[in-house]
């Protein structure tokens, strides 16, 4: 048995490889290629276009102006009833674009990263989260047509768009919660991506972005509607942005906070479950695919 | 003083291997409770070894045997089911013949991804870029997305990525199983600058010759366990082997009436046991059995020595005797020759043929490559074969 003729200068610590996982590697690493993995991957999708960026302006707003028009024209709920029924369209659309995006797009994104899940390690969590992110990054630039809406309709700006923020976040970690369980969830069972899309679609029309709630309607339907988180979030951003006298908050519409509790309980629960099952799953992702 | 540089102590890895697979949340509803039939495929079973740091290590195996598993667990790919792997500073793998890349993106996008994934920083990997493009040789291709990329083109990317990523312990998977001449050449300088660069390098491969060529030493593995660890002479050697175990294995044609059956067909040493490697210079044993499932006045059997490339070298046979009785179904016969053994260093085959006798109108039985063997340790030589000779050169007359 020969030996090594020279040792290396340096002698590193030996140190204990557990094998693949949701976070490992330090934050350092984490944060540097979830920006690098979104970053490029926004590049890819809009520099890889003629159209560019317009392509991702284009579709909400092409949803924006048919149903905008039906709404408005044929069967006239919009424009009665809502003071702003446009903007609140605008915006409502331009919120759910994100959540069904960034969760549309991580069904497949760990299975469609198989190339580099089997042959490196990095931390798996943050393949579904560069998915949100990069749906985020599209969001901000759709929020600026959202703006200029506003100004178009005379939305008077108010100190209450401060509290906007509050709104994203609630959405950015709910929606993270259900990517991360559909991507890992994926791998194992592909009908997933058959039943999302049936449920995003569910999902758009019980949420009120077509259809305001109101004070005076009936209230069964805003107490089941009120269940979902989605709908609480998309109410309150209602409020706060476009800061309508008739528009009730999210605790007015559930009817008071105990009617929120259950919509409160899903959302926890859809991020615990979706860290929970993610950080269950990781280490044998690899193996699965 | 020895500093080890990876560490691994009984390690084990099974695979569950389903035998009908159940991936759709249908199955899962409709039988909810229905044990779902697994196989365990124990890939890995207690291996435990030691790498020093500085050290060139090769491992061995046929394929399936557990060497892949391996990598991927120290390349943190997959998780142990037991045991403990201990690592010094930062690795670099090249893991079925790739680091790792996003098709859709281009090779400079790639690179800093893998870059970062491998630990550095994006900027430091930035820095790097231009040298990982130039060492692969595609300064003209940088912008094109990988999924336009040859494979040639996408190992040498692969493997620049690797070299440039400055690690402390490198994990490479056959990558001297693709690339043209050239390429091979940059690999094995790289192998060379690498090693003295005290790097600590684990190289997984099929060809003997590198391992012998770059390892300090060497690790055999088979059916998930280390079947030899040591001197990578001596584990190449084992390797073949194990390898040509039952050469018989090798693609076989075989035509005729058959009204013959070949039972078996091996080599024996000195000693009378079955090997599969016969050291250049010594005698080869072949033995073989043959069953009559037709009866005939008497057989002749013929083999043809031929070399890897199907070029016949030497035939030689033998037969039944004119006086003896006729041959019955039922009757076994035993084959036995004993060869010289002037063949270099390769892998050889024999086809077997046998015919009626003495009717040789037809053939009986035909085996094509019915045995193959490796013959190791001979001289270094561009023929076949290493005649006899006694040659001298002399002064016949001084001016």
């Known amino acids: ?289 | 003083m020895r500093h080890p540089a990876i560490e691994v102590t009984d390690l084990h890895k099974s695979f569950r291997i389903p035998t009908n697979r159940v991936d759709s949340l249908k199955e899962r509803v409709v039988r909810p409770f229905s044990a779902r039939d697994y196989r365990e495929l124990h890939a890995l079973d207690g291996v435990s070894f030691e790498i020093d740091q500085g050290e060139f290590f090769g491992i061995v195996g046929r394929n399936g045997s557990g060497k892949s598993t391996l990598l991927k667990l120290l390349a943190s790919i997959y998780r142990p089911d037991r045991g403990r792997i201990r690592m010094a500073g930062r690795l670099a793998p090249f893991i079925e013949l790739g680091v790792g890349f996003n098709h859709e993106l281009t090779a400079r996008e790639n690179v800093v991804l893998n870059g970062v994934m491998m630990g550095l920083t994006p900027n430091e990997m930035r820095r790097r870029l231009d040298a990982v493009i130039e060492f692969a040789e595609l300064e003209e291709f940088a912008e094109l997305k990988l999924k336009n990329y040859s494979s040639g083109m996408l190992v040498r990317l692969a493997f620049a990525v690797m070299m440039e990523a400055d690690a402390d312990v490198l994990l490479i998977d056959e990558v001297l199983a693709v690339g043209d001449a050239a390429f091979q050449q940059k690999c094995a300088d790289a192998f060379h600058e690498m090693k003295a660069a005290g790097k600590t390098i684990v190289l997984v491969t099929h060809e003997m010759s590198t391992v012998e060529q770059y390892c300090h030493r060497a690790m055999l593995i088979a059916d998930g366990r280390i079947q030899q660890l040591g001197d990578p002479g001596e584990v190449g050697r084992e390797y073949l082997r194990l390898n040509f175990e039952g050469g018989a294995a090798a693609a076989k044609v075989t035509s005729g009436t058959r009204d013959l059956r070949l039972d078996g067909l091996w080599l024996e040493n000195a000693d009378g046991e079955r090997v599969e490697n016969v050291e250049f210079g010594e005698d080869i044993l072949l033995r073989g059995e043959v069953e009559v499932l037709q009866a005939t006045p008497g057989v002749r059997i013929g083999f043809t020595l031929i070399d890897e490339d199907g070029h016949g070298i030497f035939q030689f046979g033998t037969g039944t005797e004119e006086g003896d009785p006729p041959l019955e179904p039922g009757d076994r016969l035993a084959i036995s020759t004993r060869l010289e053994n002037p063949l270099t260093s390769g892998r050889y085959f024999l086809h077997f043929g046998a015919q009626r006798h003495p009717d040789p109108r037809a053939t009986v039985l035909h085996v094509e490559r019915a045995l193959g063997f490796h013959v190791f340790g001979g001289p270094p030589s561009q023929g076949v074969v290493q005649l006899p000779h006694e040659s001298s050169l002399s002064v016949r007359e001084r001016a």
């Not at chain 1, 985020?136 to 703006?147: E, K, R, S, Y």
């Not at chain 1, 107490?223 to 109410?235: N, Q, T, V, Y």
Request: with cysteine; charged share 15%.
């Open chain 1, 1 to 289: 048995m020969s030996t090594p003729t020279q040792t290396p200068p340096a002698a590193p610590e030996l140190k204990e490889v557990r094998g693949p996982s949701a976070l490992g590697g330090g934050p350092r690493r984490f944060f540097d290629l979830l920006w690098l993995m979104s970053a490029t991957e926004f590049k890819r999708i809009y520099f890889g276009t003629v159209l560019g960026y317009l392509w991702s302006l284009i579709r909400p707003l092409m949803l924006f102006g048919v149903l905008l028009f039906v709404f408005t024209r044929v069967f006239k709920i919009g424009s009665d009833k809502v003071e702003h029924y446009p903007v609140m369209l605008l915006l409502g659309i331009v919120l759910f674009t994100f959540f069904q995006e960034a969760t549309t797009n991580s069904v497949t994104s760990v299975v469609a990263q198989e190339g580099v899940v089997r042959k490196t390690q990095f931390p798996r969590l943050v393949i579904p989260l560069s998915t949100v992110l990069t749906a985020a990054f599209n969001f901000c630039l759709n929020l600026a047509i959202v703006l200029v809406f506003l100004f178009a309709f005379g939305v008077d700006p108010s100190w209450t768009w401060l509290l906007f923020p509050v709104v994203l976040a609630l959405l950015f970690a709910f929606t993270a919660g259900v990517s991360m369980a559909l991507s890992v969830l994926y791998v194992r069972f592909r009908d997933i991506a058959i039943i999302w899309t049936v449920v995003a679609q569910v999902l758009f029309y019980a949420t009120p972005i077509l259809y305001p709630i109101n004070f005076e309607s009936d209230s069964t339907y805003e107490r089941i509607l009120m269940l979902s988180p989605l709908a609480a979030i998309f109410e309150q951003a209602r409020v706060w942005v476009l800061n309508e006298a008739q528009a009730p908050t999210a605790v007015e519409a559930a009817g008071g906070w105990l009617g929120l509790v259950p919509a409160i309980v899903i959302f926890c629960a859809v991020c615990v479950y979706g860290v929970w099952v993610f950080r269950r799953e990781a280490p044998r992702v690899a193996e699965e695919l």
